[in-house]
């Protein structure tokens, strides 16, 4: 009997395990086993709203209660009869705000959507939001030597004008109005020489593009100060450009080969039919050179240029090219690249290279001056930004150059800006939880 | 001491019975549990696959529009390669073959697959051979032999249309979806329309797409008349819905069998910007008598954009004859692998028809149900996506179960 007595026991104490392992071994309701994949569903259920634009349009009518109910059936319409659903669409805060997300409107067809309830959620943009980009400002002047009276050579195909008015366009957001200055004449260009600003702009520190290629406009008072050489002239552009910290930009071949003016040089033309220019030769920028670095003017004519032929874009350049949205070939020709040994010999620097440099020339880079000589000077006292490259000039190049030297940060609007964004979160559930 | 015996013998019977029991029951618990490991294991497999399919192109990816791309698949997937996300190529739904709904046709003994047979009047039959196979695609997707599916692609938006009768023609229109009626959802129409002509029997097809905007009361029911159409006009009318962030469309065709038969459209193939449609003589579903007359017909091609504004693509009119060996027409459609339909009026000279071909089954709104018979089959995973063919809703539900019984590893 005892022992009848310890089975019992026995099998009680096997019972109270096997109950106790059936307590702790829930196992899942069949729903768990095999579920509907409820968070893609709410995915592909926004999205499906949003095809056409119409969830982000609803989303931003927070008190049109109709577009509201128009939702709710398109949902109760596009989703199984089983499945409940919360649709959500948060405010999205900047700043230093405690909560990211602000509640804007809910709607639901179930109080409570269970334990086992999923959720997606989407970002939806408003459709008046117009991303905008907005430059930073070059806190320079910006002159375009947009002279009636000059003649160009080496930018066939255009005009001076229509160079000019390209800079201006594309140069048009990176300075203030004001900043952005056409220099409309040779006397007025030799009003800027002599510190005079043609209007409330600021002379130091300015950039000066020269559209006619590879003539330098020249004011009738020089020409005939220089009339014996002409080279003097660019020794004097040389000199303002230190002492006044211009940045000259030369768009296409060599620089100061020839000067125009064409009241001065009506009857001369330049070799190859153009009137109202007169070729100086190398001796220009051999004299312009001089001028910035402050040496002892002479007549120098000899031929410096490398003729490196095809270059590319360096990489910071092709990198600001998507920056900045500018994009010019990243392969050139060169066959006017400034020879690396000028940096030594006139106390120059490069700056920034837009061209690859290439068997001792410099297709295209800023060249900053700053004084090495005893005792060394750490300012930049004027700077030449040549692109040694053929014809026909490229704006874009320049302009990819000058933004790369002054890098002006482009401000960009964003979605995730207050009021320009939602987020809208969809929840699905199964009825009976 | 026999007392004692006793008593340990009934014991130990107690206790090996309890024994035997227990075990029974934890073994049954672990059963379970097992088996809803191996349930869970092919419910994620659906998600999977269904993901898979929505969210590929397939490779090549081109093999929707350019039939002869599907004999070198190298992956199976029915996304639009246009889009991203889950949209879906109308092109690539067509090509999906039934395994039973498939039709022979003795006129050019070939067989077709068989996605809408005089549905409402719209024929979408495909020739088999431009058709990619169940078997194919579950290779394809690396599942032969371990699981079967079937795939159904349905509009979201279900939207009837019927003729009321009376002396004109006057439709109601009925727009639900899940079995919700679709209140203040507008509605474009398009109506096409076949009369008489006075060249001989051929019919003139009569258009109307300036559609004023109708809107579904709250039943989800519009109505729309056409007081200068007699209740005996041919016409095929075709409606899109538009609610706040879903659309889909719908449409009847008037198909009438006349003295001298009536026409079916078998799709040849469509590849690469050009269709091939044959315009069969019949009579009802089966084949002409060689005695009946000149069937004449005249068939437009509409591109239909998202804008759901027609554009005229190709006008055919001809004549078909069973009896004087001139039974089918076979016509070369440009359609630039945009989506559309074909509406095609045909006649005795007396009695007019109308029939409609889409060609991508967004145009008009078609389902499409493709892979293995799911029935009897002991556990059946199901997933669900709401995916886009050209701008129309739809819902593609795959119900997947394994063929290795619940014992699926891999």
Redesign the interface.
């Known amino acids: 009997?005892?022992?009848?007595v310890?089975?019992?026991i026995?099998?009680l104490i096997?019972?109270g395990a096997?109950l106790t392992?059936?307590f702790y071994?829930v196992?899942?309701s069949?729903r768990q086993?095999?579920?509907?994949?409820l968070s893609?569903?709410a995915l592909?259920?926004l999205?499906?709203?949003?095809?056409?634009n119409?969830?982000s349009s609803?989303a931003f009518e927070t008190t049109n209660d109709t577009?509201w109910?128009?939702?709710q059936?398109?949902l109760?319409?596009?989703?199984?009869?089983n499945v409940i659903y919360n649709l959500t669409a948060y405010d999205i805060s900047s700043g230093e705000v405690q909560n990211l997300y602000t509640l804007s409107r809910s709607i639901s067809n179930a109080q409570s959507l269970g334990m086992d309830s999923d959720a997606a959620s989407y970002i939806v943009a408003s459709s008046n939001v117009t991303f905008t980009v907005t430059p930073q400002k070059i806190g320079v002047t910006f002159y375009i030597l947009n002279c009636s009276d000059s003649s160009g050579w080496w930018i066939t195909g255009y005009t001076i004008q229509s160079i000019a008015q390209q800079l201006a366009e594309i140069f048009a957001s990176y300075f203030e109005p004001s900043s952005i200055v056409m220099v409309q004449n040779t006397t007025q260009l030799g009003q800027l020489m002599n510190d005079r600003p043609l209007g409330n702009e600021t002379i130091q520190n300015a950039i000066i593009i020269n559209t006619c290629g590879e003539p330098v406009p020249i004011p009738q008072s020089y020409a005939t100060l220089y009339s014996s050489d002409y080279a003097q002239y660019c020794y004097q552009l040389g000199n303002c450009s230190e002492l006044y910290n211009w940045t000259w930009v030369s768009i296409v071949g060599y620089p100061f080969y020839y000067v125009t003016n064409t009241q001065v040089f009506n009857g001369v033309q330049n070799g190859w039919g153009i009137y109202g220019i007169n070729e100086i030769g190398p001796a220009g920028l051999n004299a312009f050179l001089e001028g910035i670095d402050g040496q002892p003017y002479s007549n120098n004519g000899n031929w410096i240029t490398d003729s490196p032929g095809v270059v590319t874009l360096t990489s910071t350049a092709l990198n600001n090219c998507s920056y900045y949205g500018i994009f010019p070939s990243p392969t050139q020709t060169s066959t006017r690249a400034i020879p690396e040994s000028v940096t030594a010999q006139y106390n120059l620097s490069i700056a920034t290279d837009v061209l690859n440099p290439t068997g001792g020339s410099i297709p295209g880079a800023v060249l900053n001056h700053i004084f090495k000589a005893p005792p060394p000077d750490t300012n930049v006292t004027g700077s030449l930004f040549a692109l040694g490259l053929t014809r026909v000039p490229d704006t874009r190049l320049a302009a990819i150059g000058i933004l790369s030297y002054y890098n002006p940060t482009l401000y960009k609007s964003e979605y995730t800006a207050a009021g320009t964004s939602k987020l809208v979160v969809l929840q699905l559930g199964l009825e009976g939880g | 001491m026999a007392?004692?015996t006793i008593?340990?013998l009934?014991?130990?019977t107690?206790?090996l019975a309890?024994?035997l029991l227990?075990i029974s029951?934890?073994n049954q618990?672990n059963q379970?549990?097992i088996l809803?490991q191996y349930?869970?294991y092919?419910?994620a497999e659906c998600?999977d696959v269904l993901?898979s399919i929505m969210l590929n192109p397939g490779a090549p990816s081109d093999w929707g529009v350019s039939g002869g791309s599907i004999q070198n698949l190298t992956f199976f997937g029915l996304q639009d390669p246009e889009f991203q996300?889950?949209r879906i190529s109308p092109f690539s739904v067509m090509r999906l073959a039934s395994t039973t709904n498939q039709v022979y046709n003795d006129q050019t003994g070939q067989w077709y697959n068989d996605l809408a047979w005089g549905v409402n009047g719209a024929y979408l039959l495909l020739q088999t051979t431009d058709s990619i196979r169940y078997h194919n695609v579950t290779s394809l997707l690396g599942i032969n032999g371990t699981y079967d599916f079937q795939l159904s692609i349905t509009p979201?938006?279900t939207v009837n249309i019927t003729q009321i009768p009376g002396a004109d023609i006057k439709l109601e229109i009925q727009v639900?979806?899940?079995?919700?009626p679709?209140?203040?959802?507008n509605l474009d129409y398009l109506m096409f329309w076949a009369n008489s002509s006075s060249n001989g029997g051929f019919p003139i097809l009569n258009s109307n797409f300036t559609s004023d905007i109708l809107q579904t009361d709250s039943s989800g029911i519009a109505f729309k008349e056409f007081p200068s159409l007699s209740n005996d006009t041919a016409f095929t009318f075709i409606a899109k819905v538009n609610?706040?962030?879903?659309?889909g469309t719908g449409y009847l065709s008037q198909e009438t069998v006349t003295n001298t038969g009536n026409i079916i459209p078998y799709i040849q193939s469509f590849d690469n910007g050009t269709a091939y449609i044959v315009l069969a003589q019949q009579y009802g579903h089966d084949d002409p008598l060689p005695s009946m007359g000149d069937l004449y017909y005249n068939a437009s091609f509409y591109a239909l954009p998202d804008t759901f504004v027609p554009i005229l693509g190709g006008n055919f009119a001809g004549d078909l004859n069973y009896g004087n060996g001139n039974g089918t027409k076979n016509l070369q459609v440009a359609t630039n692998n945009q989506t559309g339909f074909m509406v095609i009026a045909y006649g005795d000279g007396t009695h007019y028809g109308t029939v409609v071909v889409p060609l991508g089954v967004n145009s008009l709104g078609l389902p499409v149900t493709f892979g293995s018979n799911l029935s009897g089959k002991e556990?059946v995973?199901?997933?669900?996506?709401?995916?886009?063919i050209g701008?129309i809703?739809y819902?593609a539900k795959l119900s997947l179960w394994s063929l290795t019984g619940y014992q699926v590893t891999s």
């Open positions: 009997m005892m022992r009848t310890e089975i019992f026995v099998i096997m019972t096997f392992a059936s071994a196992l899942p069949p086993v095999s579920p509907l994949n893609r569903l592909t259920t999205e499906t709203l949003d095809a056409e119409d969830l609803v577009a109910n128009g939702l059936v398109a109760s319409a596009s989703l199984p009869t | 007392g004692a008593d340990h009934i014991a130990l107690i206790f309890a024994l227990f029951f934890f618990m379970t549990a809803y349930h869970s092919i419910a998600s993901d996300e889950y979201t938006l639900y979806g899940s079995g919700f679709l209140s203040n959802a609610a706040v962030g879903l659309r556990w995973a199901t997933d669900l996506r709401q995916v886009i701008d809703a819902q």
